[in-house]
């Protein structure tokens, strides 16, 4: 029975749900939580069940008694999808329509509206994990230049503009995703200048802004766990380091770096290390470490991680560093 588990869940995270259905939270994070083949997070009045199970027709019971408690218990919710981890089929995997007509196509967090579309591929096209980031990132960057590298679909430099970030430049290979940020910035008003979407390898495009001689106040880096291309290869569990120097040049001096590694199998403690031999030279230096939001981490966690996130409270380690240029 997955339903009580469900019940203690949602009342930690009554607090979340907001008169108007805009906001977006995860309310029930299995894997800290007690079901480890299960996931749910919320975005606007869309529901989105993760089956985790190693064998999908093991979570399917989870899933139809998911769907029962939501709808009993949460009944303004207009659309369920379900994303099955180890899917038969790529549409499985990037979501399958449980209930409704059509699931949301935007959220609103802290006054900002993001662009949604959460069956573009196994991931949300927005990361909850990261939404205090979104908030320090509004707080901290009025004025500022910013460059968002691995942008994905754009969230950090959407949350920049809303700050009132300078310039803002995005780069991300796909450039469907890129295009999502594109509509995240019409939803809220912002001019889309389509110099600053650059659909190209990170790569490729950093050495391009180093022979341009540009420089940013303020260098977003969010690569993914591992992938390889012709110009390059991100590897987030054994090259952390080589990727943050990478953009180092390109931060102007009394910037800011902020770097996220969501390797799962690095201890907190061993990126911290990184990071720490990376200010060996005192051009880097650590000013905080930012917490993922405890509806994500979950509340009252079950057993232990992978590797012990500690300092950081979560595998999505997120750091931001003033930089000192010479």
């Known amino acids: 029975m ?24 995860r309310l029930f994070n299995g894997f800290t939580e007690g079901c480890p083949d299960l996931v749910i997070d919320i975005y606007a009045s869309t529901a989105l069940i993760h089956n985790y199970a190693d064998n999908p027709e093991q979570g399917v019971a989870l899933v139809q008694e998911s769907m029962s408690f939501l709808n009993n218990s949460m009944s303004w919710l207009h659309a369920g999808i379900v994303k099955t981890r180890n899917g038969k089929s790529q549409e499985e995997k990037c979501g399958m329509l449980l209930f409704g007509t059509a699931p949301d196509r935007k959220i609103k967090e802290h006054g900002v509206w993001y662009a949604i579309d959460l069956t573009m591929n196994r991931d949300a096209s927005l990361y909850l994990d990261t939404r205090s980031l ?12 910013v460059l968002n590298t691995f942008a994905y679909t ?22 469907e995703f ?20 650059i659909s190209r390898d990170f790569f490729e495009q950093v050495g391009n802004l180093k022979r341009d001689k540009k420089s940013f106040d303020c260098v977003i880096i969010d690569p993914p766990f591992f992938s390889t291309t012709a110009k390059g290869r991100v590897d987030q569990e054994k090259e952390s380091a080589r990727l943050i120097n990478k953009v180092r ?6 910037g800011w770096l902020i770097a996220i590694n969501n390797a799962v199998f690095v201890s907190g403690t061993e990126y911290l290390q990184t990071l720490e031999a990376l200010c060996k030279d005192g051009y880097l230096n650590i ?32 750091a931001i560093l003033n930089v000192k240029r010479k």
Not at 178 to 197: M, R, V
């Open 2 to 25: 997955i339903t009580p588990l469900l019940e203690k869940a949602l009342a930690s995270r009554a607090s979340l749900i907001d008169p108007e259905h805009e906001s977006a939270f």
């Open 249 to 254: 040049p390109l931060i102007n001096d009394g």
């Open 134 to 145: 979104r908030n320090w990132i509004i707080d901290n960057l009025k004025n500022k230049s």
């Open 287 to 318: 000013s905080k470490l930012m917490p993922v939001p405890q509806d994500f981490t979950g509340y009252n966690p079950v057993g232990k991680p992978i590797t012990d996130p500690s300092p950081f409270n979560h595998s999505t380690k997120i």
């Open 154 to 175: 754009g969230s950090f430099g959407v949350a920049a503009l809303k700050g009132g970030a300078s310039r803002v430049v995005q780069i991300d290979l796909n450039r």
């Open 178 to 197: 890129l295009n999502l940020a594109k509509t995240s910035c019409s939803l809220n008003g912002f001019p889309i200048q389509k110099g600053d979407f």
